[in-house]
């Protein structure tokens, strides 16, 4: 039997504190010397065990490296919100108030009409300018004719695209606007004139001089008169007659994502004969752009690039029987497409489109509307886009056939629906920077600088290039360089650019960004506490 000894501890004993004892640990996790050779060995163990685990963890992620790291949602929610933010618009606001020298035109007896040639966007840039010639010249203006012989053979008239009475009344305080030449002038010589382009205030005075000997001018075509127009309020005159039609789209497309991407995706068949671009195409339809681009004959008069063609349909048989394409004013014939491309005046093709967006962040769930007409090849293009993005719609997909049969060889008028339905959208992207990516660019800018992606397609085709040769994975490396470049090319608050140094005379005109892109100074005013915080931190540098 065991017996229990109690002993004593004097008070100098250390296992005494305060006059209590102490008890002792029963159990202990190291022994009290440990070696060493010991620790080394729990190392070495401790190391094996995690390279084991993270080589059966990424097994399968080594076996499929092709495949993009984008995922549905693969970020946290305000992450994904960022993609979507706008950028600050700075205290920049619209500014159409004329100052106190500003005085309406009279218009009186001197008219001029115009007719306005292109697609929507051409003619709507054109009859702005218009507005402005008309101002200088104390003119009154007649409502525009719309050009019914272009490319698209659209029958459409002012009044079927534009809100006549509100176009009038918007603009009475800057220039006297009829609806019709009076009749007893309807016989009368007419002034007929090719307007010069980018042109200054002295032509057109001396061009007043001419009323002397006429009561009417007529502008042949209207594109491109104006280095810049004078009258801010042509950004926000052309409100348009189908606008409720518009409104719905909107509203239907909201309905199946809070938010979405309209993307003018301009790979139809006019543009790209036009361009010249061929990088993706088969040899038939590269052929049949070639054919289409020197049919006629070669014409030395210069144009400007079509604007949007739209078409209701999209199917594999390209957009017009060649019978009907007559481009004998395109200037250009001979094209190099390897150069075109190169030099970024190609559109990106669904494929770079699709790239693109995934290296900008965007999850396979955006929803994306295609403003635009026929897509040439078809679903064969196409779907090199909604392989990647497979939520995409079109305006035939969220309207219904009645709302359709309204526009059904209107080309003008379904441009006009894809314009306010980009206009209105959380993000625009154009793949090409044509008539209809500046005005809807320039839009979106005047009404509080709403995010729009500018593609760098010269940059991007050194990115697309390196991808192809196997230079450069898709995934983080292909993000970090697409971001990179487009860091600043979302729509923030800029000033218009000027013409590039060493540009002298009238040429300058011709290289300053377009007013109808960017009416930053002319048409967007800071607060005036955005004024005081701006040279109050001047003064501190």
């Known amino acids: 039997m065991m017996m229990r000894v109690r002993t004593q501890r004097g008070s ?21 010397n440990v070696s060493p050779y010991s620790i080394a060995l729990y190392l070495i163990l401790l190391c094996a065990f995690s390279i084991s685990l993270f080589f059966l963890f990424s097994k399968d992620i080594l076996e499929d490296e092709d495949i993009p790291f984008f995922f549905d949602d693969p970020r946290p929610e305000q992450l994904q919100d960022k993609l979507w933010e706008a950028p600050l618009s700075n205290g920049l606001h619209p500014c159409v108030k004329p100052t106190a020298k500003y005085r309406a035109a009279q218009g009186g007896d001197r008219y001029i009409t115009v007719k306005s040639n292109g697609g929507l966007n051409q003619m709507r840039t054109g009859i702005s300018d218009m507005v402005a010639v008309a101002h200088i010249m104390n003119a009154t203006l007649v409502i525009p004719q719309l050009d019914k012989r272009s ?8 009044s079927d695209i534009f809100d006549e009475l509100q176009f009038i009344t918007t603009l009475q305080g800057d220039v006297r ?64 007659t189908i606008y409720v039609t518009q409104q719905k789209l909107v509203e239907r497309l909201r309905s199946r994502g809070k938010r979405y991407i309209a993307l003018h995706l301009r790979y139809e068949k006019d543009m790209l004969s036009f361009t010249g671009c061929t990088y993706g195409l088969t040899d038939a339809e590269s052929e049949e752009l070639r054919v289409m681009r020197n049919r006629g004959a070669y014409c030395t008069s210069s144009i400007s690039s079509p604007d949007s063609g739209h078409t209701i349909g999209r199917s594999l048989i390209p957009n017009f029987p060649l019978s009907r394409e007559n481009t004998s004013h395109w200037k250009i014939k001979k094209i190099n497409s390897t150069e075109q491309r190169r030099a970024g005046s190609c559109p990106l093709t669904p494929k770079e489109v699709g790239i693109f967006l995934q290296a900008l962040g965007y999850p396979t769930s955006t929803l994306i509307y295609i403003a635009a007409g026929e897509i040439y090849g078809g679903d064969a293009h196409l779907s090199e886009l909604t392989s990647r993005f497979p939520n995409v719609v079109y305006k035939e997909t969220i309207a219904t056939q009645k709302e359709l049969r ?29 008539n209809m990516a500046r005005a809807v660019e320039g839009h979106r800018r005047f009404l509080g600088h709403r995010k729009t992606i500018t593609p760098d397609s010269r940059g991007l085709v050194k990115i697309f290039d390196k991808l192809e040769s196997g230079e450069l994975k898709e995934g ?20 218009r650019r000027g013409a590039p140094v060493g540009i002298k005379g009238r040429a300058r005109f011709r290289f300053e960004d377009s007013f109808y892109q960017n009416p930053y100074p002319e048409c967007i005013c800071a607060t005036k506490n955005t004024v005081r915080q701006r040279n109050r931190r001047f003064q501190q540098a």
Not at 151 to 158: P, R
Not at 407 to 428: R, V
Not at 478 to 494: I, M, T, Y
């Open 177 to 240: 606007i009829v609806k019709e030449l009076p009749k007893e002038l309807g016989s009368v010589p007419r002034a007929r004139k090719h307007f010069t382009s980018w042109s200054g205030m002295g032509y057109y005075e001396e061009m007043r001089q001419q009323w002397k000997d006429y009561q009417a001018y007529h502008g042949v075509y209207a594109m491109q008169v104006l280095s810049r127009s004078l009258l801010c309020v042509s950004l926000v005159t052309s409100v348009l």
């Open 12 to 32: 100098n004993d250390p296992a005494m504190v305060n006059g209590r004892a102490s008890v002792p640990l029963k159990t202990k996790l190291l022994p009290r």
């Open 406 to 434: 309204e526009f059904a060889n209107h080309a003008s008028q379904t441009a006009a629906l894809d314009y306010i339905i980009s206009t209105e959208s959380d993000i625009f992207i154009p793949s090409y920077t044509g």
């Open 476 to 495: 983080s490396p292909l993000s970090h360089e697409v971001l990179d470049l487009h860091k600043n090319r979302q729509g923030a608050p800029r000033k």
């Open 151 to 158: 490319f698209w053979k659209d029958t459409s008239t002012f």
